[in-house]
């Protein structure tokens, strides 16, 4: 099992830029593929990125392409979302989670953080 302990989150201006980590207990933590999610107030949770046990292979939903970069460091366990070019519409508390095997789009992840909250100012 893992557990995932979120960090980073704060306020920032539009058009700033934030680091949020992801910190993973246990040792086998390179068998996980991990993902950010996010859930802004009354709308439900989306996926945001993810990225493979190896970190070679990334997706991002198509409104941060760009914007986001998902990267992971398996010496140290764990996974980062750096965030540029902020938006308001990104405010919203941000989630880590992991699975076995290959990264989803889904919220098909066997384990999750509490989230961190990210919030952007116009």
């Known amino acids: 099992q893992v557990q995932l302990v979120e960090s980073g989150g704060g306020l920032v201006q539009a058009g700033g830029s934030r680091r949020l980590s992801c910190a993973a207990s246990g040792r086998t933590f390179s068998n996980y593929a991990m993902a950010w999610f996010r859930q802004a107030p009354g709308k439900e949770r989306e996926f945001v990125a993810a990225?493979?046990?190896?970190?070679?292979?990334?997706f991002y939903r198509d409104s941060v392409k760009g914007r986001f970069t998902i990267s992971r460091d398996n010496a140290n366990n764990t996974v980062y979302l750096g965030m540029n070019m902020l938006k308001p519409e990104d405010t919203a508390v941000y989630y880590c989670?992991?699975?076995?095997?290959?990264?989803?789009?889904?919220?098909?992840?066997?384990?999750w953080g509490q989230g961190t909250q990210v919030t952007v100012s116009s």
């Open positions: 989670a992991a699975r076995g095997g290959v990264p989803a789009r889904t919220n098909a992840y066997d384990y």
């Open positions: 990225i493979s046990r190896r970190g070679d292979v990334t």
